[in-house]
Nanobody
Framework: QVQLVESGGGSVQAGGSLRLSCAVS????????MGWFRQAPGQEREGLTT???????SYEDSVKGRFTISKDNDKNTLYLEMNSLKPEDTAMYYC????????????????????WGQGTQVTVSS
């Protein structure tokens, strides 16, 4: 079992930056794929980026070059650094985890993820 708690959301103007955090607790013996997802009202959930236990990352095209996923294993915290924010980035942002023992980049398909946080709202104004 893994518990995830996001923080760091808020309101920002277009072009600004935010850093989201996801505190991870529970089972730390397994290897996990961690990811960030978002969902805007009336839209499907979107997988933005993932990082596996070896630090291998993947990014969705719309955030590549603007968003950076990272993790601090000592602090058991996952981060999402978001730069050059656009109004279309407005959404509820979620971190998620699933057990993943492989070395390659893990999928951004949310259906594969087991554990989810409660979400943190990001609002970008023009």
């Amino acid at each position: 079992q893994v518990q995830l708690v996001e923080s760091g959301g808020g309101s920002v103007q277009a072009g600004g930056s935010l850093r989201l955090s996801c505190a991870v607790s529970g089972d730390t013996n397994s290897r996990y794929c961690m990811g960030w997802f978002r969902q805007a009202p009336g839209q499907e959930r979107e997988g933005l980026t993932t990082i596996n236990s070896f630090g291998i990352t993947s990014y969705e095209d719309s955030v590549k070059g603007r968003f950076t996923i990272s993790k601090d294993n000592d602090k058991n915290t996952l981060y999402l650094e978001m730069n050059s924010l656009k109004p279309e980035d407005t959404a509820m942002y979620y971190c998620a985890a699933r057990v993943y023992w492989l070395g390659g980049a893990c999928s951004r398909d949310g259906r594969r993820f087991t554990y989810w946080g409660q979400g943190t709202q990001v609002t970008v104004s023009s």
